[in-house]
């Protein structure tokens, strides 16, 4: 699981420009729904990854956490799994099937308020 981790944290340095640190929190972030995908023999299963397990995993991981909070594991996992199409680690792009973090606003933009 680490070299999988190291191979998405170096993508994102590399390809994205993404600095240590936040790749550092992505990893904290996503490491869990990547164990979660682990076979007995320690190798990760992608095809077990899903649109709705990965829902499932941002519900329960997100439980109790403040809304920024949240946001940063939704912007994780999507990552992660935008990196695993991008190197054909899954066969379709299930980032867009990610439940955002709820909005903190309510009602209309500013500018379009009576």
Not at 6 to 12: H, K, V
Not at 69 to 83: D, G, I, N, Q, Y
Request: net charge positive; glycine share 12%.
């Amino acid at each position: 699981m680490t070299a999988e981790l190291d191979a998405w944290g170096g993508w994102l340095r590399a390809a994205l420009d993404i600095g240590a640190t936040t790749v550092a929190d992505q990893q904290r972030w996503a490491g869990p729904f990547l164990a979660g995908l682990l076979t007995t023999d320690g190798r990760i299963d992608w095809t077990q990854a899903s649109c709705a397990g990965v829902n499932s995993y941002v519900a329960a991981r997100g439980s109790g956490y403040s809304l920024a909070s949240r946001r940063h594991l939704v912007t994780a996992v999507k990552s992660l799994l935008r990196w695993a199409f991008a190197t054909a680690r899954t066969a379709y792009p299930m980032s867009g099937g990610v439940l955002r973090a709820p909005s903190s606003r309510t009602g209309l933009p500013r500018g379009l308020r009576p």
